[in-house]
């Protein structure tokens, strides 16, 4: 005979809502005991919320930080993208969609439109995993409570991660738009009670290692201001793909961000990320420096993303996006030859 | 006659400006004197029992009003009978806060009644329950040992279970010239209506009540509540003036009405009762399937034997059948058939009608193991259909009242283009993409339930007219309104069709198709009786010319009766009121189908689907880019409401296809992506061009208006057309639903 509880996270729906004014009082307001969320376009911590998964005691308002809401070119050529700008308004902002039209194309992957009016660049970072396991405050999860245990293993995995993953958690990071910033080298300021600091994207977001229910690298009281992407957009040859099991208004199974500079048909440079595939968007350095110097062709891009894919390991029902990340990266790759063969939704290539 | 008929016109839904505009008000929208909110609490553990309680921390929240548990709830019927709905299957109806067993995950196990919803729910947060769990049994495929037959009861006059065996299967399967042998498997799905299941009591005093619920039959959740709870029945008035969609889910009470009956009868206070979308997945279902089919045919096609088994789930309380393995037979004929339903009993709450019930699992299974019999045959997949189309029903050896299927085939395959098609599996690309087209055939039971009608002429000489049938969003209220107008030669907006209430005269759940033919024949039997009775009143008046005249002799046509003989003479229906002192003259009537006579007659609609897919040739990606879909339905009413029932069909046929499972977690025993981000049906990217024909059907056999209804064929045969479609693009028979890309590639 066994007994349980009924467990509950204890979810007094009583909060305290402020709205700052400014970022120095947005910090000033927050509570330094981890009780205080931060919110913006609150698109995920509503869904959060209503399944019990987070219970803020104080939610401080900065849809009014002026400093966060403006998208400008930098002096050397930097596009700073304030946090609290929609994803919708930079994915239509003329420079994000001359200069870098991928980060644009993944952003219109993502969601829906109603979703995209609403949520911020900063939030969108800060998004959390879709594993259904997490969302039900029923079961174990060691990513809600660590060391409960993680159904997600053993259970039905297949939108779950094939790298990265630790014997604790197998969630991926459900973000298009982050891929694309991952690809493009973004950097992420950040402020909070200790000032001000740069995180580059690779070290922004987290793997589950022992620590599963830390997503990113963000310090309590902490709040991103804005994102730095470097001049280099690769505009000419890039492609987003996003395979998933409907074709919108789903997370991806499988996502590449793919941009490359040619001289003729060698890579001078490429960059490829992946998405759905695990705890933060990935990147194969060792993968790009094999690219560097070959032809664009299928070959090559099978050859890099056997290089990506090396470590890579099902969990049973995920087992195929090993081979679908293959054939994604290798599709993608073309699809950056011909940027006009991007369909609408991150479809594959006609 | 000249008269223009509407009956056959493309008529715009009468309350789609109140629906758009939310002027509609659902179950859960309307407000009543200090309304109380109960919000409910679902069992975490899928099997075992409840061994405490404490609500302390509840109770001490301020506005909470009462918890009920199995411990503290009013006393209940205490015979299972008093329990039943009419669309109970054989066994034990499940008792919601009964005792303190556990029969499946999601069970409610408690009410908390707050001031208002946010209260109550905080309150679901803060109750403690201990549990003494027991292991459990929720996934279909490990339990097939445990396959036994259905037991039989009341629900089995409408879903019998398939017919003994016919020549000698094993011999003529076993030493057929072609055979097809092939194992099918189906997911777990839910309703899902937009509409969240939701009831307002209003506690009148008395003894009475006035229910605002969420259902498919007011009547039928009428006499549940007032058995249930021992009321008088004309003390319980169950209204549903608009249904958000249900689709088979509305077609039992459930349990959110009995909660909130159960809590305004206790706390004699006013009580409404909404379940979340979570709790949407804790009900009724279509159940998971597994069927084994044998097909077998001479070489020139000639189906010789058809088998076909099933093993459906059903729940541990009742034995939930649904017509499934016999389809085959009604539209192929064989000399030898073998056709078996199994059930196996798990640790889930009943399953239930959805949409096509049975003949949706069962013909994609049917369709597939046809088309894969016209490979091996090498006969295009239509003309396999076609040699062996049957004009009766060769399961019943009787005639159909009209079966128009065979046009079907050809109208449906000239407007897709199927002369186009190369028979090479692999044969058709596009760029990256291979294209395959697939088609299939659709049949569908053509159901007509007793109903009677009150009409009535009130004194502005309006068409009134009553029956307690709800409009689940088919378009009911447009096309009894037709019907009526021109039983009397009105226009549309002097009938006044009033309907979705208890009180009103009888009409039977609204499912299985039936309704146009169940009320719309009532409103017909009405309407004629009203006109005799309109003439007999006419004729009493001084010197009328109407006098002695038979009802036969008489048009009615905009609001005056003339005679046939002379269309110069008429008096007006107002006339005729006021003669009769300004009281309406009214009848009630009923319609019943012509059992006696249809006993000769099969009566079933057709269909016939035709898609095409683009398949990435490398990464698997499926998309419908177009389908037509071809349904003989005898008359139809209206074709713009019913075009919107075959498009939602069709949709729900790439729905079920390619994306609609609810996922069982065999460790957990419960569904793990109950929510609408996870739980994936298309959307607006996922669907390509769709057409529907209504095939000219004339049926003066079936009923009074020669209806056959088409809320569920239009779904039927599109999950075969598509796999077929995928078969023939990829060469991959893929036989699980719903096909996932990654099976692709």
Same mark, same amino acid.
């Given at each position: 005979?066994?007994?349980?509880?009924?467990?509950?996270?204890?979810?007094?729906?009583?909060?305290?809502?402020?709205?700052?004014?400014?970022?120095?009082?947005?910090?000033?307001?927050?509570?330094?005991?981890?009780?205080?969320?931060?919110?913006?376009?609150?698109?995920?911590?509503?869904?959060?919320?209503?399944?019990?998964?987070?219970? /803020?005691?104080?939610?401080?308002?900065?849809?009014?930080?002026?400093?966060?809401?403006?998208?400008?070119?930098?002096?050397?050529?930097?596009?700073?993208?304030?946090?609290?700008?929609?994803?919708?308004?930079?994915?239509?902002?003329?420079?994000?969609?001359?200069?870098?039209?991928?980060?644009?194309?993944?952003?219109?992957?993502?969601?829906?439109?109603?979703?995209? $009016?609403?949520?911020? $660049?900063?939030?969108?970072?800060?998004?959390?995993?879709?594993?259904?396991?997490?969302?039900?405050?029923?079961?174990?999860?060691?990513?809600?409570?660590?060391?409960?245990?993680?159904?997600?293993?053993?259970?039905?995995?297949?939108?779950?991660?094939?790298?990265?993953?630790?014997?604790?958690?197998?969630?991926?990071?459900?973000?298009?738009?982050?891929?694309?910033?991952?690809?493009?080298?973004?950097?992420?300021?950040?402020?909070?009670?200790?000032?001000?600091?740069?995180?580059?994207?690779? =070290?922004?977001?987290?793997?589950?290692?022992?620590?599963?229910?830390?997503?990113?690298?963000?310090?309590?009281?902490?709040?991103?201001?804005?994102?730095?992407?470097?001049?280099?957009?690769?505009?000419?040859?890039?492609?987003?793909?996003?395979?998933?099991?409907?074709?919108?208004?789903?997370?991806?199974?499988?996502?590449?961000?793919?941009?490359?500079?040619?001289?003729? $048909?060698?890579?001078?440079?490429?960059?490829?990320?992946?998405?759905?595939?695990?705890?933060?968007?990935?990147?194969?350095?060792?993968?790009?420096?094999?690219?560097?110097?070959?032809?664009?062709?299928?070959?090559?891009?099978?050859?890099?993303?056997?290089?990506?894919?090396?470590?890579?390991?099902?969990?049973?029902?995920?087992?195929?996006?090993?081979?679908?990340?293959?054939?994604?990266?290798?599709?993608?790759?073309?699809?950056?030859?011909?940027?006009?063969?991007?369909?609408?939704?991150?479809?594959?290539?006609? | 006659?000249?008269?223009?008929?509407?009956?056959?016109?493309?008529?715009?839904?009468?309350?789609?400006?109140?629906?758009?505009?939310?002027?509609?008000?659902?179950?859960?929208?309307?407000?009543?004197?200090?309304?109380?909110?109960?919000?409910?609490?679902?069992?975490?553990?899928?099997?075992?029992?409840?061994?405490?309680?404490?609500?302390?921390?509840?109770? =001490?929240?301020?506005?909470?009003?009462?918890?009920?548990?199995?411990?503290?709830?009013?006393?209940?019927?205490?015979?299972?009978?008093?329990?039943?709905?009419?669309?109970?299957? #054989?066994?034990?109806?499940?008792? #919601?806060?009964?005792?303190?067993?556990?029969?499946?995950?999601?069970?409610?196990?408690?009410?908390?009644?707050?001031?208002?919803?946010?209260?109550?729910?905080?309150?679901?947060?803060?109750?403690?329950?201990?549990?003494?769990?027991?292991?459990?049994?929720?996934?279909?495929?490990?339990?097939?040992?445990?396959?036994? /037959?259905?037991?039989?009861?009341?629900?089995?006059?409408?879903?019998?279970?398939p017919p003994p065996p016919t020549g000698d299967f094993e011999n003529a399967f076993e030493n057929a010239a072609?055979k097809?042998?092939?194992?099918?498997?189906?997911?777990?799905?839910?309703?899902?209506?937009?509409?969240?299941?939701?009831?307002?009591?209003?506690?009148?005093?008395?003894?009475?009540?006035?229910?605002?619920?969420?259902?498919?039959?007011?009547?039928?959740?009428?006499?549940?509540?007032?058995?249930?709870?021992?009321?008088?029945?004309?003390?319980?008035?169950?209204?549903?003036?608009?249904?958000?969609?249900?689709?088979?889910?509305?077609?039992?009470?459930?349990?959110?009405?009995?909660?909130?009956?159960?809590?305004?009868?206790?706390?004699?206070?006013?009580?409404?009762?909404?379940?979340?979308?979570?709790?949407?997945?804790?009900?009724?279902?279509?159940?998971?399937?597994?069927?084994?089919?044998r097909f077998a045919s001479d070489?020139?096609?000639r189906i010789t034997a058809l088998g076909h088994?099933?093993?459906?789930?059903?729940?541990?309380?009742?034995?939930?059948?649904?017509?499934?393995a016999s389809?085959s037979h009604?539209?192929y004929a064989a000399p030898n058939t073998l056709f078996e339903?199994?059930?196996?009993?798990?640790?889930?709450?009943? /399953?239930?009608?959805?949409?096509?019930?049975?003949?949706?699992?069962?013909?994609?299974?049917?369709?597939?193991?046809?088309?894969?019999?016209?490979?091996?045959?090498?006969?295009?997949?239509?003309?396999?259909?076609?040699?062996n189309?049957?004009?009766?029903?060769p399961s019943a050896e009787?005639?159909?009242?009209?079966?128009?299927?065979?046009?079907?085939?050809?109208?449906?395959?000239?407007?897709?283009?199927?002369?186009?098609?190369?028979?090479? /599996?692999?044969?058709?690309?596009?760029?990256?993409?291979?294209?395959?087209?697939?088609?299939?055939?659709?049949?569908?039971?053509?159901?007509?339930?007793?109903?009677?009608?009150?009409?009535?002429?009130?004194?502005?000489?309006?068409?009134?007219?009553?029956?307690?049938?709800?409009?689940?969003?088919?378009?009911?209220?447009?096309?009894?309104?037709?019907?009526?107008?021109?039983?009397?030669?009105?226009?549309?907006?002097?009938?006044?069709?009033?309907?979705?209430?208890?009180?009103?005269?009888?009409?039977?759940?609204?499912?299985?198709?039936?309704?146009?033919?169940? &009320?719309?024949?009532?409103?017909?039997?009405?309407?004629?009786?009203?006109?005799?009775?309109?003439?007999?009143?006419?004729?009493?008046?001084?010197?009328?010319?109407?006098?002695?005249?038979?009802?036969?002799?008489?048009?009615?046509?905009?609001?005056?009766?003339?005679?046939?003989?002379?269309?110069?003479?008429?008096?007006?229906?107002?006339?005729?009121?006021?003669?009769?002192?300004?009281?309406?003259?009214?009848?009630?009537?009923?319609?019943? #189908?012509?059992?006696?006579?249809?006993?000769?007659?099969?009566?079933? &609609?057709?269909?016939?689907?035709?898609?095409?897919?683009?398949?990435?040739?490398?990464?698997?990606?499926?998309?419908?880019?177009?389908?037509?879909?071809?349904?003989?339905?005898?008359?139809?009413?209206?074709?713009?409401?019913?075009?919107?029932?075959?498009?939602?069909?069709?949709?729900?046929?790439?729905?079920?296809?390619?994306?609609?499972?609810?996922?069982?977690?065999?460790?957990?025993?419960?569904?793990?992506?109950?929510?609408?981000?996870?739980?994936?049906?298309?959307?607006?990217?996922?669907?390509?061009?769709?057409?529907?024909?209504?095939?000219?059907?004339?049926?003066?056999?079936?009923?009074?208006?020669?209806?056959?209804?088409?809320?569920?064929?239009?779904?039927?045969?599109?999950?075969?057309?598509?796999?077929?479609?995928?078969?023939?693009?990829?060469?991959?028979?893929?036989?699980?639903?719903?096909?996932?890309?990654?099976?692709?590639?």
């Open positions: 005979m066994r007994s349980c509880r009924l467990r509950m996270e204890a979810a007094m729906n009583s909060f305290e809502y402020k709205q700052a004014k400014d970022i120095p009082e947005a910090l000033s307001l927050a509570r330094a005991d981890g009780t205080t969320t931060f919110v913006a376009g609150g698109t995920n911590l509503l869904d959060l919320w209503k399944y019990n998964i987070t219970n /803020p005691s104080q939610l401080i308002d900065i849809n009014h930080l002026t400093e966060l809401s403006e998208i400008r070119l930098l002096e050397d050529g930097v596009l700073m993208i304030g946090a609290g700008v929609r994803n919708a308004e930079t994915a239509y902002h003329p420079i994000v969609e001359q200069n870098y039209p991928l980060l644009s194309r993944a952003i219109l992957a993502g969601a829906s439109p109603q979703i995209r $009016n609403m949520a911020t $660049n900063g939030g969108n970072l800060l998004q959390r995993t879709r594993c259904y396991y997490f969302y039900d405050h029923e079961v174990p999860c060691n990513k809600r409570i660590p060391g409960s245990g993680c159904p997600a293993m053993s259970g039905y995995n297949r939108m779950h991660a094939i790298l990265g993953t630790s014997e604790h958690c197998i969630a991926v990071f459900p973000s298009d738009m982050c891929v694309a910033l991952a690809a493009l080298d973004a950097v992420v300021n950040v402020t909070g009670p200790e000032g001000n600091r740069s995180i580059a994207f690779a =070290d922004f977001h987290r793997l589950p290692g022992d620590t599963p229910h830390l997503d990113n690298n963000l310090k309590e009281g902490e709040l991103i201001t804005a994102i730095k992407v470097p001049e280099k957009g690769f505009a000419t040859n890039y492609a987003y793909l996003k395979l998933r099991d409907r074709h919108s208004y789903a997370f991806a199974l499988v996502s590449v961000a793919t941009g490359l500079a040619l001289d003729g $048909n060698r890579i001078l440079e490429a960059r490829i990320a992946l998405g759905g595939v695990a705890h933060k968007p990935w990147r194969s350095l060792s993968a790009e420096a094999f690219l560097k110097g070959r032809e664009a062709n299928a070959e090559n891009f099978a050859g890099a993303a056997d290089l990506i894919l090396k470590e890579a390991k099902g969990f049973g029902h995920n087992d195929f996006k090993i081979k679908l990340a293959k054939k994604a990266i290798i599709r993608n790759g073309l699809m950056a030859l011909k940027p006009e063969s991007q369909l609408p939704g991150a479809q594959p290539s006609a | 006659m000249g008269i223009d008929k509407i009956v056959g016109k493309p008529i715009s839904r009468l309350e789609g400006r109140e629906k758009v505009t939310g002027m509609a008000k659902y179950a859960a929208e309307y407000q009543a004197d200090n309304l109380l909110h109960g919000y409910v609490v679902s069992s975490p553990i899928t099997k075992g029992r409840i061994i405490d309680i404490d609500i302390t921390k509840v109770i =001490d929240i301020p506005g909470v009003v009462e918890v009920i548990s199995h411990k503290n709830r009013p006393k209940l019927a205490w015979f299972d009978l008093q329990y039943t709905d009419m669309d109970a299957p #054989p066994g034990t109806v499940f008792k #919601p806060l009964y005792d303190e067993n556990i029969l499946y995950n999601g069970q409610p196990i408690a009410l908390i009644i707050a001031k208002d919803f946010e209260t109550a729910r905080y309150g679901s947060t803060q109750i403690i329950f201990k549990f003494e769990e027991q292991d459990f049994q929720t996934v279909l495929k490990d339990n097939l040992t445990r396959a036994r /037959p259905a037991k039989k009861g009341f629900a089995t006059a409408l879903k019998p279970p072609i097809v042998e092939s194992e099918f498997q189906h997911g777990t799905e839910h309703h899902n209506p937009i509409e969240l299941f939701a009831t307002t009591t209003i506690f009148e005093g008395n003894g009475k009540l006035t229910i605002y619920d969420k259902t498919q039959g007011t009547i039928n959740n009428q006499l549940f509540v007032a058995n249930l709870f021992g009321l008088r029945y004309k003390d319980v008035r169950v209204l549903a003036p608009f249904v958000g969609g249900a689709f088979g889910s509305g077609l039992r009470p459930q349990y959110q009405l009995f909660l909130c009956v159960m809590a305004a009868l206790h706390l004699k206070r006013n009580v409404r009762v909404v379940l979340d979308r979570k709790q949407m997945f804790s009900f009724s279902h279509r159940p998971p399937a597994i069927q084994k089919l070489i020139n096609g088994e099933v093993f459906a789930e059903t729940s541990n309380f009742e034995d939930y059948t649904e017509p499934t389809w009604r539209l339903h199994h059930l196996i009993p798990l640790d889930v709450y009943t /399953p239930m009608d959805m949409r096509a019930p049975g003949g949706s699992t069962a013909l994609h299974a049917i369709e597939c193991t046809m088309d894969e019999l016209s490979y091996k045959l090498k006969i295009d997949p239509l003309d396999l259909r076609l040699i189309y049957s004009d009766m029903d009787k005639p159909y009242t009209s079966k128009a299927l065979r046009a079907c085939y050809l109208e449906a395959a000239e407007k897709f283009g199927w002369d186009k098609r190369s028979p090479e /599996p692999g044969s058709m690309a596009r760029g990256n993409k291979l294209v395959g087209y697939g088609m299939a055939t659709g049949i569908w039971d053509a159901f007509q339930f007793p109903a009677r009608v009150e009409a009535m002429i009130s004194a502005d000489g309006k068409l009134i007219l009553n029956n307690a049938t709800t409009d689940i969003g088919t378009g009911t209220l447009t096309i009894m309104t037709q019907i009526a107008a021109d039983e009397l030669g009105l226009n549309i907006a002097d009938v006044d069709f009033r309907y979705g209430d208890s009180k009103k005269p009888f009409s039977m759940f609204q499912g299985g198709s039936a309704t146009t033919s169940s &009320t719309g024949v009532a409103i017909v039997i009405a309407a004629r009786a009203l006109r005799k009775k309109l003439v007999r009143k006419a004729g009493e008046m001084k010197d009328s010319p109407f006098k002695n005249v038979a009802a036969e002799q008489v048009v009615f046509k905009g609001g005056n009766l003339l005679l046939k003989e002379d269309m110069k003479t008429f008096i007006s229906l107002k006339e005729i009121i006021a003669f009769n002192a300004g009281r309406p003259i009214k009848t009630t009537n009923m319609g019943k #189908p012509h059992v006696l006579k249809l006993r000769k007659y099969s009566l079933a &609609t057709h269909s016939a689907s035709f898609v095409e897919v683009e398949v990435d040739k490398d990464l698997g990606v499926v998309t419908v880019t177009r389908a037509v879909t071809a349904v003989a339905a005898g008359k139809i009413i209206n074709p713009k409401t019913a075009r919107s029932q075959i498009l939602g069909s069709m949709i729900w046929g790439i729905s079920k296809t390619l994306h609609e499972e609810t996922i069982m977690d065999a460790r957990l025993g419960k569904y793990i992506n109950a929510n609408l981000g996870e739980y994936h049906i298309p959307v607006h990217a996922d669907i390509g061009e769709l057409e529907v024909i209504f095939t000219e059907e004339k049926d003066d056999l079936i009923n009074e208006i020669g209806t056959k209804g088409v809320g569920e064929i239009g779904l039927v045969a599109m999950p075969a057309a598509i796999s077929n479609a995928i078969y023939h693009a990829t060469g991959k028979r893929i036989n699980k639903l719903p096909i996932h890309f990654d099976e692709l590639f």
